[in-house]
């Protein structure tokens, strides 16, 4: 287990601290889970560079990488949700392509075929939420338009990643 592995593990243990912090009843709460989202973000940065850097991309952490993403972004939207920053309509829709992700990509790596690890696209599509999800815990007026265009380039993203798994497991499967 290297050591950008063993980051991306880590964060998964922020999803649990947030929920408890945004749900507390302590002072400033909500500056306190917005911290949490924030570090756990530097930490998925840190953690990609240390990857790279030293040459430690490994098959395991280009899954458990984006999982790990989609476990905090789907805590913050149910978040969000239960506390009525965000409707049930916003929710689907995010709920829907982040679990058809996590979904699709376990059962592909199951069946030994590669997982793509995050394009351009997709890491400037989970920066936005982050920052819009922020905007939303702050009751920024304007945050709810600006979630559902980042709704939308998220979906354009799982598209461009779906081309992208195609064309790479399909250039495996003919050597």
């Not at 929920?19 to 911290?35: K, Q, T």
């Not at 040459?55 to 989609?70: C, E, H, S």
């Not at 805590?75 to 996590?102: G, P, Q, Y």
């Amino acid at each position: 287990m290297n050591l950008p592995n063993l980051l991306t593990l880590f964060r998964f243990i922020f999803v649990p601290i947030y929920l408890m912090l945004y749900f507390s009843e302590i002072p400033g709460r909500i500056y306190w889970a917005i911290g949490v989202v924030l570090f756990a973000g530097l930490t998925d940065i840190i953690d990609g560079y240390l990857a790279r850097r030293y040459q430690q991309v490994t098959q395991l952490g280009i899954m458990l990488d984006p999982l790990a993403d989609k476990c905090m972004m789907l805590a913050v939207f149910l978040s969000l949700l239960f506390s009525f920053k965000i409707n049930i309509w916003e929710t689907v829709a995010i709920f829907v392509r982040e679990a058809s992700m996590i979904i699709c990509s376990a059962i592909f790596h199951f069946q030994g075929m590669k997982t793509v690890p995050a394009n351009v696209l997709g890491k400037v599509t989970t920066f936005l939420f982050y920052m819009v999800l922020i905007l939303l815990m702050l009751d920024v007026a304007w945050a709810r338009p600006l979630l559902w265009v980042v709704i939308g380039i998220s979906f354009i993203a799982s598209l461009i990643y779906i081309y992208e798994f195609v064309i790479l497991n399909h250039d495996h499967h003919q050597s």
